[in-house]
């Protein structure tokens, strides 16, 4: 009989896989071997149809990496004025921390070792279904190569900014207009080892049973 899983090991894995920004390792390299294992693992997620239509684009070249993380920085410093303004004003809280982290990983995302783009053929065209079925069929796989990641010891930070200069990083990477890209992800070693759940709205607050709450 297979061995039942320890949920000490994958409730951990699963509540303290955070957005990495301050502690990647900037100065040790990632062998490509590690990130292709991650990729290896996060193909067993789900997809639509199982047509495994994603397309997983590493980026570990200076030259390259300065290029996206310059689009990223220009895309970044226009949200995050606006985030700053509507945090003054709106007085909410918290959101200092993440806003410092943000900022740093948009002064350091050229430094950083390597970053993935996962993409998947095809654009989201159509329907809700059909839009849902897209995006449903690569995203579990984004996420299964962060845990697949973390396990490794490695960071990573989910993060969409570039795409509002995706047809730049399309032509820098000779990505086909064919093909949609659907994040970005620096990987890292991380440094220290002390990640903590997040805070997130309690389940039972969230979760409607039979019905959608009025
Ligand atoms: C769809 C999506 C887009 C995101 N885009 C960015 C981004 O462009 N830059 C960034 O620094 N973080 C980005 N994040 C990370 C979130 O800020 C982060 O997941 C959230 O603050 C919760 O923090 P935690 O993951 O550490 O719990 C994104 C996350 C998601 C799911």
């Not at 789900?46 to 994603?54: D, E, M, V």
């Not at 690569?138 to 996420?143: E, Q």
């Not at 990477?173 to 080892?193: C, E, R």
Request: charged share 20%.
């Amino acid at each position: 009989m297979t061995e039942p899983f320890d949920l000490n090991h994958t409730d951990r894995l699963l509540t303290t896989t955070r957005a990495v920004r301050k502690r990647l390792d900037l100065n040790r390299p990632v062998p490509r071997e590690l990130i292709t294992d991650c990729i290896r693992i996060a193909c067993q997620a789900p997809a639509g149809s199982n047509l495994q239509r994603w397309r997983w684009v590493v980026v570990d070249d200076p030259t390259l990496l300065a290029g996206l993380a310059e689009l990223y920085r220009r895309a970044y410093e226009p949200y995050i004025a606006m985030q700053k303004t509507a945090v003054d004003t709106s007085g909410r809280t918290g959101v200092g921390a993440i806003m410092d982290s943000s900022d740093y990983l948009s002064s350091i995302l050229h430094k950083v070792p390597a970053v993935v783009i996962p993409c998947s053929l095809g654009l989201p065209v159509g329907n809700q279904g059909q839009v849902a079925g897209f995006y449903g069929s690569v995203l579990p796989a984004v996420w299964s190569f962060m845990l697949a990641a973390r396990s490794r010891g490695l960071g990573t930070a989910w993060t969409t900014l570039h795409l509002e200069y995706e047809a730049q990083a399309r032509d820098l990477l000779g990505i086909p207009d064919t093909v949609t890209q659907v994040a970005l992800t620096p990987v890292a070693y991380y440094t220290g080892d002390a990640f903590k759940p997040g805070s997130r709205r309690p389940a039972e607050e969230i979760t409607y049973f039979n019905g959608w709450k009025s």
